[in-house]
């Protein structure tokens, strides 16, 4: 574990950084999305915006797809976000595979609850494949609620027998809704970054009237014969950590070719904190798996 991890988890503690988190109304916390990426990656990759019925993405190097495209979900508990760590993360995967990007900005709880996210990425991916912008060659990534999100759009792309991605990357992802995790209750405090409290307010107004097992919500209580090769990431002090296990496990028991590593004493989404040694490790892991 690293002095720069260290020392950010101590900055979390003592700005109490959970507690400001917990005390942001959803209208406050997406105050601070960006559907667009910063200046300074739209002058390096260009911008090239889609819609449909509703649905938006964003292309990034969109004239680099015939090598690949990186589709993106965002995290941010299905009610914030894209954010700028994520823009920042998302660009240096460009860099690093020589691969176009499409983040879909999809629809936000407690405005829009499930199904509206699902339904605004599958959108996307069918309109896109079919007027040929998705190549063949396409890759699936996403990070805490996001790569439960990618986990749900498989199983729809699979039981719909259409093209699978070729390979997901799930990154911390948040795979079970009903937070019924005996460990989440037991040990809140291991992770500085995430709070049960944000999360079950983020399960409900997300969930809305569905019941939260739905597979589609909670990847963890689906069948997971089938998805692509993955490669899976998580801190051992994420407050998901233990979900992510049993998501890895029931791959693995499924015959999935799946890869799980997990970094000692990383907190929840180390990956998108660029300069932290770990990040680098896990981007670098993520980049060998795409090109591989």
């Known amino acids: 574990m690293s002095i720069q991890n260290t020392l950010v988890k101590a900055f979390l503690r003592l700005t109490r950084y959970k507690k400001r988190q917990e005390r942001l109304s959803f209208a406050e916390r997406q105050a601070e999305n960006m559907p667009q990426p910063p200046a300074d990656i739209t002058a390096r990759f260009g911008l090239e915006?889609?819609?449909?019925?509703?649905?938006?993405?964003?292309?990034?190097?969109?004239?680099?797809?015939?090598?690949?495209?990186?589709v993106y979900l965002h995290g941010g508990s299905y009610n914030a976000g894209a954010f700028?760590?994520?823009?920042?993360?998302?660009?240096?995967?460009?860099?690093?595979?020589?691969?176009?990007?499409?983040?879909?900005?999809?629809?936000?709880?407690?405005?829009n609850p499930f199904p509206a996210a699902l339904d605004d990425v599958l959108d996307i991916l069918e309109t896109l494949a079919a007027i040929g912008d998705l190549p063949d060659k396409w890759f699936l990534l996403g990070d805490s609620a996001g790569a439960g999100l990618a986990a749900a759009v498989c199983y729809e792309l699979r039981d719909a027998e259409i093209s699978l991605p070729k390979k997901m990357i799930l990154m911390a992802g948040w795979f079970d809704l009903t937070l019924e995790s005996p460990e989440i209750r037991q040990f809140p405090e291991i992770d500085p970054m995430l709070s049960f409290a944000r999360m079950?307010?983020?399960?409900?107004?997300?969930?809305?009237?569905?019941?939260?097992?739905?597979?589609?919500?909670?990847?963890?209580?689906?069948?997971?014969a089938g998805l692509p090769p993955t490669l899976m990431q998580c801190g051992s002090a994420d407050l998901l950590v233990w979900e992510n296990r049993r998501f890895y496990q029931k791959c693995r028991d499924a015959g999935v070719a799946v890869r799980y590593e997990e970094y000692p004493g990383l907190f929840h989404d180390f990956m998108m904190v660029a300069f932290l040694p770990e990040a680098k490790k896990a981007r670098q892991s993520q980049t060998e798996f795409l090109l591989s």
């Open 84 to 111: 700028k760590k994520q823009w920042q993360y998302l660009a240096d995967m460009c860099e690093r595979t020589r691969m176009a990007a499409l983040l879909i900005d999809y629809k936000l709880a407690p405005q």
């Open 200 to 224: 079950n307010d983020a399960a409900k107004v997300y969930t809305g009237q569905e019941d939260a097992k739905n597979p589609l919500i909670s990847p963890l209580f689906g069948n997971v």
């Open 49 to 70: 915006t889609v819609a449909v019925d509703g649905a938006k993405a964003v292309w990034l190097g969109k004239e680099n797809s015939a090598a690949g495209v990186l």
